[in-house]
């Protein structure tokens, strides 16, 4: 049994346990209550109220705040907490917690992770807004920012790499517990819902719009940064293979990588002309599997909005006109 095994196993008897009991006392009859019948003269034996048990808290965890609120997010991180330490990445996800190097504190608001102490805010503004599935793959990706540290990331140039690789790990565990999404968030592509949808057959579509949106610039020029970036793709690319078959089917990604392109487009300082268009997709997908030295020519004219987000993805193929052509490239010294 690892050390994760053995630290969810406890937290599920003792205290999760007791959270998902949602009565106010657990029922039990005594060995020797039964009913009796009335032919035999006897009263039957009352069933007897036990205590709910306390719940423990994890060594890792903190609660700043008292009352039903806060005792309601603390329940409701330790149910998502729990989903996400039972898939495939939840060894990984909760290391940095089971060690000690890492810590969670349930607050009024916010859902970060500082630097500087490791310290992952759970704010009772996402945690009680959000039912347990769905905040669970939000968990993942705060977790991993946790293992970033863990791994000497931090400041403002690993930025990128860390928020991309970190979108790409929630993924994972969204699409193990089934691929959850409100009906409310979908419109506006709440909690990431169109973002997971573009990247089951469009990953890095996905995450140039999540580039995009967020100013983030893919720089690997510090090798901690690029091993890790490294690491993240293969570890994609193994997990992919083992669950592609497994994949939900209920919404169409190709729609959704559309909708979170044109949504990125609109967080452009200038207003950028046509619409993205409808090979955009395939084509960062084709030019994400581009070697170094390899290219290929765009089969369309790309728009103002187009070039701006090629130019925002985290792909090593650069766009350029030849003639009458536009390209996307790698450096053969790549």
């Known amino acids: 049994m690892t050390a994760l095994t053995a630290a969810l196993a406890a937290l599920l008897s003792s205290g ?18 039964a009913f009796l019948s009335a032919a035999d003269g006897a009263a039957f034996a009352p069933l007897r109220f036990a205590p709910r048990p306390a719940p423990v808290r994890p060594a890792w965890l903190k609660v700043e705040g008292e009352g039903a609120e806060f005792a309601a997010g603390e329940a409701r991180f330790l149910e998502s907490f729990a989903m996400v330490a039972r898939t495939s990445s939840g060894e990984a996800l ?4 089971v060690s000690g190097r890492g ?3 349930v607050r009024q608001q916010g859902m970060w992770v500082t630097d500087r102490d490791a310290e992952f805010t ?14 669970a793959p939000i968990l993942a990706h705060e977790l991993e920012h946790l293992v970033q540290l863990d791994l000497g990331l931090s400041g403002a140039q690993a930025r990128p790499a860390r928020e991309l690789a970190a979108f790409f790990v ?5 699409v193990e517990l089934g691929a959850p999404v409100e009906e409310l968030d979908w419109p506006r592509n709440g909690s990431n819902s169109r973002d997971m ?3 089951l057959d469009h990953p890095f579509t996905a995450a140039t719009a999540l580039a995009y949106r967020g100013g983030l610039r893919l720089d690997l020029a510090a090798p901690k940064a690029a091993a890790y970036w490294r690491k993240t793709l293969a570890d994609e690319k193994a997990w992919r293979k083992a669950w592609v078959d497994r994949f939900p089917k209920a919404r169409d990604s190709q729609e959704a990588a559309l909708f979170v392109l044109e949504q990125a487009a609109g967080f452009s300082a200038v207003s950028l002309a046509g619409p993205v268009s409808a090979g955009l997709p395939d084509l960062i997908e084709a030019a994400a599997a581009l070697a170094p030295g390899e290219s290929l020519v765009v089969p369309f004219e790309p728009s103002a909005k187009d070039r701006a987000l090629l130019e925002a993805a985290p792909i090593s193929a650069k766009l350029s006109r030849r003639g009458s052509f536009w390209i996307l490239a790698v450096d053969g010294q790549h």
């Open 170 to 174: 929630q993924c994972r565990p969204w």
């Open 103 to 105: 810590k969670v504190v």
């Open 16 to 33: 999760l346990g007791a959270w998902a009991n949602q009565g106010p006392e657990s029922l039990s009859a005594s060995a020797g209550s």
């Open 94 to 97: 909760s290391r940095p917690l």
């Open 197 to 199: 949808w573009a990247w």
């Open 122 to 135: 759970a704010g009772l503004d996402f945690l009680l807004r959000r039912e347990p599935a769905v905040l």
